[in-house]
């Protein structure tokens, strides 16, 4: 028997999630997380998975140029409610 321990869990590849709204649309950015993109293709954000005890959460969110960081604008239950937070 070996003490081997598991430093971290292989990354989940999810698939696209799809929105009711035709007017934007997602590109994958990394694993977890998409572009959101209106008609023209301009970025208004982005869309990550984040996984929850109760299932799939789906995080708003911009990135702050100053900073190269992601700043949260909010969690939902529904893809689409996160994509409409986005556009406020």
Excluded: C, N
């Amino acid at each position: 028997m070996s003490d081997t321990q598991i430093l971290h869990l292989p990354e989940v590849r999810y698939a696209t999630p799809q929105l009711e709204s035709k007017r934007e649309q997602l590109v994958r950015a990394s694993e977890q997380l998409w572009r959101v993109q209106d008609a023209t293709g301009r970025i208004l954000g982005h869309l990550r998975i984040v996984a929850d005890p109760l299932g799939l959460r789906y995080r708003a969110e911009r990135l702050h140029l100053a900073t190269g960081a992601f700043r949260i604008v909010g969690e939902f239950w529904r893809p689409d409610d996160a994509v409409q937070s986005l556009l406020h």
